[in-house]
């Protein structure tokens, strides 16, 4: 039991290791200074056996998940979540929901809304923003395009500003196409694109109404006596009181729990309404 820990501490160090001889080799290679071959041939050699090492670490986490039982699934399951870090899985992950997004917004799609469910949108804040954000990141793409003169720092500057450009609309689409969500039973489900995802059940509701706050601080902001702020364009405009307190997982996976919501829909009081009407 002690080898597989030591085994994948040491995937990490190597991984932490050659990340910063790799991208010093990449910079050195977009300025067009040509390293010696014997070092580009160390370079690959070196990456190559890291990459065998973590496929080394990975297999044994999956023959151990196997021997306690697990099927294939939950076994391949199990080693990446114990290899790969919980903070870069959910970077991953986020960022794979956004691009998926894109397909369901230029659909005109939703997730995770039934028929019968109220779908509640707040995306109205900072839509103005967003977009300003894409034109800048497009104007940014088109200058550089034109001013770096180097053919190698030029492409490669290229493809991230266009990445650049994709993510941005692509956080807007998941807001979009993530939406609020009440259900008939008086269940609701607040979210924030693919970053935020809180399941609140009808019975853990005491009360909720309109309020409209503009509280200053992070999108999301939780006070020491428990109040979670959700907040878009500076705003929340709905506050829903708990009968009991309820856990929630930050971006990055963090819990934490808290007793009040305070978050935006830009039709809050359809929202309310929808809320406590009864089953």
């Not at 010696?36 to 190559?48: F, K, S, T």
């Not at 899985?89 to 997730?111: I, K, P």
């Not at 707040?122 to 088109?142: D, K, N, R, S, W």
């Not at 200053?216 to 009968?243: A, K, P």
Request: hydrophobic share 50%; aromatic share 6%; charged share 20%.
């Amino acid at each position: 039991m002690r080898g597989r820990p030591r085994g994948i501490r040491a995937a990490r160090v190597a991984v932490a290791a050659v990340l910063p001889g790799e991208l010093a080799l990449a910079a050195c290679l977009m300025a067009g200074v040509r390293p010696p071959a014997w070092a580009l041939a160390g370079a690959e050699a070196l990456v190559l056996a890291v990459l065998l090492l973590e496929a080394w670490a990975l297999r044994s986490l999956y023959v151990a998940a196997r021997a306690r039982g697990a099927d294939r699934r939950a076994a391949r399951r199990a080693a990446l979540q114990e290899a790969v870090p919980v903070t870069v899985r959910r970077l991953v992950l986020h960022e794979l929901r956004a691009l998926a997004s894109l397909g369901r917004w230029f659909r005109r799609g939703t997730h995770g809304v039934r028929p019968g469910d109220l779908a509640a949108t707040y995306t109205g804040p900072q839509t103005a923003m967003m977009y300003g954000l894409l034109f800048v990141a497009v104007i940014e793409t088109v200058g550089l395009a034109f001013l770096i003169p180097w053919p190698v720092v030029h492409r490669a500057i290229l493809v991230l500003d266009l990445y650049g450009v994709v993510l941005v609309l692509a956080l807007h689409a998941a807001c979009v196409t993530r939406p609020h969500v009440v259900h008939p039973d008086g269940s609701l489900r607040i979210r924030y694109g693919a970053l935020f995802d809180l399941a609140v059940p009808h019975d853990a509701v005491a009360s909720v109404r309109v309020d409209r706050r503009y509280p200053e601080g992070r999108l999301i902001t939780l006070s020491e006596d428990g109040v979670l702020d959700l907040i878009v364009g500076s705003q929340t405009t709905v506050t829903l009181e708990l009968n009991r307190p309820l856990s929630f997982t930050r971006p990055l996976g963090a819990t934490e729990k808290a007793h009040t919501i305070r978050f935006h829909a830009d039709d809050p009081r359809a929202l309310v309404s929808a809320l406590r009407r009864p089953t």
